[in-house]
């Protein structure tokens, strides 16, 4: 491809690539997070959406990310910081709960999914010194 049209190819691309970081700026605008202090947050999950908290996580920074579900399948996941405030990173309907790990598998693993890998047999170097 010649410089020239390798600019022209650029050039096509720049009304395209304008209209793409417009859409994601104004998304991300729009899209303010929910902030509350934790105890008025869980309150709300509670009263508002019948969601109680299923699991959480420690992150390195001391924050803890939560997960709240209702019976009915709505989920809410916030963040807790280490000043009291708790903030919606996502929400969503259809929570699962998968059924525990047989004990001694690795998380993840099922046998079905990966079966064991058959191992090569051992090499007979001397009959094919023969050959």
Known sequence: MSSMNGLRAIAALIPWATVAAATVCATATQAQPVCKPRAEMIEILARKFRE????????????????????????????????????????????????PIPAGEPAGYHPRQFPPVPRPKPRDDEGMAEA
């Open 52 to 99: 109680h908290q299923r699991m959480f996580g420690l992150q390195n920074d001391r924050r803890v990310l939560e997960l709240y579900a209702s019976a009915d399948g709505t989920w809410t996941a916030i963040l807790s910081m280490p000043n009291g405030t708790s903030c919606v990173v996502a929400a969503g309907e259809a929570w699962t709960v998968l059924p």
